[in-house]
């Protein structure tokens, strides 16, 4: 089974700030099965980037997701109040998913 | 629009089977695209992805490696729902749990999550 390990665990920024996250895989995935997921206090996960790099439906373009191999990255450009919640990378492998434990964005 | 209702018993106790169901609108469980996922989150474990069913000329599950021998996710083409049965649970098998859409791995609808305790 994949691991796949965010760093970092918590995040402290300000609003209009860059934010930069990882997510580091055990082995390699195929970009196309990686994605990035939003998860505020209460609500299910809203997905945000799918295949690496491509945004999903309604996600603003201050998000942009790049990587390859085992070396994944979630960006958001300029921190809007609203962005501040945990983040979490995803893969499938095969026949199994696997998440990541979770990068907590905090207001600074 | 894809939208997903889940139901079913939020307590259920040590030893016994959890159940939940995931009703689907705006798409088919019997979609030959799309997949259909169950997940569940704990404070301590965090984000867990346990299984999921598709059909592909044929009915398909993939199982998680450390949930396998207790799970069954289902379909039923009847009522346009999947679910759930978790056997001989115990009290670290509460979470919330959470049906999904999955096409090509993204996980892009999600039900509202129920949350499941195991207790006596």
């Known amino acids: 089974e994949i691991v796949l390990t965010q760093s970092p665990g918590t995040l402290s920024l300000s609003p209009g700030e860059r934010a930069t996250l990882s997510c580091r895989a055990s082995q390699s995935v195929s970009s196309t099965y990686l994605a990035w997921y939003q998860q505020k206090p209460g609500q299910a996960p809203r997905l945000l980037i799918y295949s690496a790099s491509s945004r999903a439906t309604g996600i603003p373009d201050r998000f942009s997701g790049s990587g390859s191999g085992t070396d994944f990255t979630l960006t958001i450009g300029r921190l809007e109040p609203e962005d501040f919640a945990v983040y979490y990378c995803q893969q499938h492998v095969g026949s199994v998913s696997t998440f990541g434990q979770g990068t907590k964005l905090e207001i600074k | 629009q894809v939208q997903l209702q889940q139901s079913g018993p939020g307590l259920v106790k040590p030893s016994q089977t959890l159940s939940l169901a995931c009703a689907i609108s705006?798409?088919?469980?019997?979609?030959?695209?799309?997949?259909w996922n169950w997940i569940r989150q704990s404070p301590s474990r965090g984000l867990e992805w346990l299984g999921r069913?598709?059909?592909?000329?044929?009915?398909?599950?993939d199982y998680a490696v450390f949930v396998r021998g207790r799970i069954t996710i289902s379909p039923d083409t009847s009522k346009n729902q999947f679910s759930l049965q978790l056997n001989s649970v115990t009290p670290e098998d509460t979470a919330v749990y959470y049906c999904a859409r999955d096409i090509s791995a993204r996980l892009e609808y999600w039900g509202q999550g129920t949350l499941v305790t195991v207790s006596s």
């Open positions: 069913t598709f059909y592909r000329s044929k009915w398909y599950n």
């Open positions: 705006g798409d088919s469980v019997s979609s030959n695209s799309a997949a």
